[in-house]
């Protein structure tokens, strides 16, 4: 059994999920957006204290990696990597598509992640394997893929399905492999990067 911190700022939510022998404090606070900041670390003290878990006893800190909101990745990245380098413990990364697909059973199915603006984050998934890489698409090319949409959030697209995000962190952070590295994964090029061309 492990006892780890895992961290989700990559949306307008903040979760945070702390287990410590089989007990698990989940803080969840759904409309979070440009407060993870502040809000984070408050966040992790608190479940951490419920189930009085210390940074020395985890095996491990997770932190979802993305797509998302750059900042928010950011911001969830780099405290997991901070406590990981304190407690000299390895880090486990969780996409954000994976963090969706944990819990959905279809045969084939897409996991969609709002980038604004009426596009999307999208990866697509067949027997378990990848199908189709993370890419950037409009809501117009979504429409066409044929296949269930499932996300954390309130999308308009057809044949979507929203899924419960305070159940996937926990089991998504033990599937996972830890490692000595956690990369934030983007999709696309940030808005700020874009408008220097």
Do not use: W
Request: hydrophobic share 40%; with cysteine; glycine share 8%.
């Amino acid at each position: 059994m492990s006892n780890f911190l895992a961290i989700d700022t990559s949306s307008r939510y903040l979760t945070v999920a702390a287990v410590k022998d089989g007990k698990t404090a989940l803080r969840h606070l759904p409309d979070c957006a440009m407060r993870h900041s502040v809000m984070l670390m408050s966040e992790i003290d608190k479940a951490m204290n419920e189930v009085g878990l210390a940074p020395a006893d985890c095996d491990f800190f997770a932190a979802v990696t993305g797509p998302g909101s750059f900042t928010g990745i950011r911001i969830g990245v780099s405290a997991a990597k901070g406590f990981a380098l304190g407690a000299d413990k390895p880090l486990v990364s969780i996409t954000s598509f994976e963090l969706i697909a944990y819990n959905v059973t279809d045969n084939i199915f897409y996991t969609v992640i709002d980038a604004a603006h009426g596009h999307y984050y999208v990866c697509g998934y067949g027997d378990g394997e990848i199908i189709l890489q993370p890419c950037y698409m409009s809501g117009e090319e979504i429409g066409k893929l044929g296949a269930p949409l499932y996300g954390f959030e309130d999308l308009p697209l057809e044949n979507y399905t929203r899924v419960d995000v305070t159940k996937s962190l926990c089991p998504a952070a033990l599937a996972a492999k830890p490692s000595r590295e956690m990369y934030a994964l983007y999709v696309r090029k940030s808005q700020a990067e874009e408008a220097r061309k």
